[in-house]
């Protein structure tokens, strides 16, 4: 069946330090994929996509990579603040459109 | 630009009663989606609609639940008979075209 998952369900960093956030996905005809982070008892807040014929994407602050033959995706926070503590969540869809298939997410926890 | 609305944020619902959760779209956006949370997972898709039209219900239950997106009005998502395991988070997102999700904060469901 179709499935995202993390490889990591917890991560905690420094703050200051980078981190980095993994992701595996199964369907190779995913051609959209997305990093939302999720504070408690809030919606997810999008934060950066990238297509799949793209590699790499740089917002501020993050990365995204996507490895499209072993089909692994990750994020990377520069410079992690305390703010940046969240469960982050990948997610992945079809043609840029219709249902997302997230992964179960990680949580970061940034210590001062 | 209040962005995607959720009412009520949490519902109380005895076993048996029913569960009417709303989604009002950003402005001008004219695709609704629902999704599930259950604690510490991911979101699970729902149901995908546009302006009085289902376009995919794969991940709605074959009972008691239904969805729909009047021409007027909020998106509702209905839950009938209600049982614990129904107890979750519910989340909407909207978007101008497919893709580019927004979501809102989520109605919180309690079954007692």
């Known amino acids: 069946g179709e499935s995202v998952g993390l490889h990591l369900p917890t991560l905690s960093v420094q703050e200051g330090d980078n981190s980095i956030i993994n992701c595996a996905y199964s369907?190779?005809?995913?051609?959209?994929f997305i990093w939302y982070k999720q504070e408690s008892g809030k919606g997810p807040q999008f934060i950066i996509d990238?297509?799949?014929?793209?590699d790499k994407r740089q917002g501020q602050r993050v990365t995204v990579l996507l490895n499209k033959t072993v089909k692994h995706l990750s994020l990377q926070i520069a410079a992690t603040q305390p703010g940046d503590s969240a469960v982050y969540f990948c997610?992945?869809?079809?043609?840029?459109?219709?249902?997302?298939?997230f992964g179960q997410g990680t949580e970061l926890s940034v210590k001062p | 630009n209040a962005g995607v609305m959720q009412n009520p944020r949490h519902l109380v619902r005895r076993r048996g009663q029913e569960a009417r959760l709303r989604c009002s779209p950003m402005?001008?956006?004219?695709?609704v989606y629902w999704y599930r949370q259950l604690p510490e997972e991911g979101l699970k898709f729902m149901v995908y609609?546009?302006?009085?039209?289902?376009?995919?219900e794969s991940g709605m239950p074959k009972e008691r639940f239904s969805a729909e997106f009047p021409k007027e009005g909020p998106s509702i998502l209905r839950i009938q008979q209600v049982v614990r395991g129904d107890s979750a988070a519910y989340f909407c997102?909207?978007?101008?075209?497919?893709?580019?999700?927004?979501f809102g904060s989520g109605t919180r469901l309690t079954v007692v």
């Open positions: 997102a909207s978007s101008r075209q497919e893709g580019g999700y927004t």
């Open positions: 369907n190779s005809a995913s051609d959209y």
């Open positions: 990238i297509r799949s014929n793209m």
């Open positions: 997610a992945e869809s079809y043609n840029q459109g219709g249902k997302l298939i």
């Open positions: 402005k001008g956006h004219s695709h």
């Open positions: 609609l546009q302006k009085e039209n289902i376009i995919d």
